[in-house]
């Protein structure tokens, strides 16, 4: 079974993504800031991270930067060309806004 990790700090949007995934029957680890992401991924490996960028504590960018082994979908409001463009060339698999 495949394991996510969610970094979203927004409960609501956190919770329909986590709901959504559940009834796919993915295995789903929740980290609300990006200090918290950071350490979970030290003690655990996940098949796919979903990252905001705009978190409290570590900023998703920084995640982006240390994690190279796991595919990142980032997910954001941040909108313009240059953060996608940033996130990409950083490591990331893939930009949603």
Same mark, same amino acid.
């Given at each position: 079974m495949k394991k #996510?990790? #969610?970094? +979203?700090?927004d409960i609501s949007i956190h919770n329909m993504i986590e709901e959504l995934l559940k009834k796919e029957n993915y295995i789903i680890s929740n980290a609300? =800031? /990006?200090t918290e992401a950071l350490m979970m991924l030290e003690k655990e490996n996940y098949d796919l991270i979903l990252l905001d960028l705009m978190l409290p504590g570590a900023k /998703? +960018? +920084?995640i982006i930067e240390k994690v190279k082994e796991t595919p990142i979908i980032v997910l954001s409001a941040k #909108? =313009? =060309?240059d953060d996608k463009v940033n996130c990409l060339l950083s490591g990331a698999s893939d930009y949603v806004i």
């Open positions: #996510i990790l #969610i970094v +979203e700090d609300y =800031s /990006g /998703g +960018e +920084e #909108i =313009s =060309s």
